[in-house]
């Protein structure tokens, strides 16, 4: 089954609204984390929104697999680039133990304080042609609540939940997706 449809398939997955980073377009992000998946056998995608943290991915995903969903924003203003290009160099999935970052990876890079936070995969592909229905996912923290992005939250935890009905639901509705990804235990972690 290709990877979009076991993500599609998915009662919960990751849906993250992709933009450009750090002067860098999708297409070279995308390739660089394709060549990480292929040499190294994984690696971390920062994400640093309030609707995707490390417990949060953590605990859709458990005790299986998990999935992350690219799609296009809105409009092309609908994702603001990201502007910091501090490297990481560990991660913890508790901020208890630390680890290295794996040998041989490509850059890590984003804003690293805190909050930086980074989504583990062992697959990424961009081999996709499909539209996905975001009113098919209510929030994962508050499946009685629809899905929902703003400039800054363009990453959710999302459960399959009917939103259709919901008078808060978001304006567009269908967005295309542009990669889809395999979540790797960890699956999110602190980056410092």
Not at 15 to 30: K, P, T
Request: glycine content about 6%; hydrophobic content about 40%.
């Amino acid at each position: 089954m290709p990877l979009l449809d076991e993500a599609l398939a998915a009662s919960e997955c990751v849906i993250s609204v992709m933009g450009a980073h750090a002067g860098e377009d999708a297409d070279g992000i995308f390739g660089r984390k394709i060549d990480d998946c292929e040499t190294v056998g994984r690696t971390f995608w920062v994400a640093r929104s309030a609707k995707a943290r490390p417990a949060q991915v953590q605990g859709i995903c458990n005790p299986g697999r998990g999935y992350v969903i690219f799609v296009d924003p809105a409009s092309p203003s609908g994702a603001r680039p990201t502007t910091e290009s501090d490297s990481a160099t560990e991660y913890s999935p508790d901020r208890a133990r630390w680890f290295p970052l794996p040998n041989g990876i490509g850059p890590v890079t984003g804003q690293m304080d805190t909050s930086a936070a980074a989504l583990v995969f062992d697959k990424l592909t961009t081999d996709v042609d499909r539209t996905v229905d975001l009113w098919a996912y209510a929030d994962a923290a508050d499946p009685d609540k629809p899905l929902k992005f703003i400039l800054g939250l363009s990453t959710a935890c999302a459960v399959r939940k009917d939103m259709s009905a919901h008078p808060e639901r978001m304006k567009s509705r269908y967005r295309r997706a542009v990669a889809v990804a395999r979540l790797a235990d960890p699956y999110c972690v602190w980056l410092r």
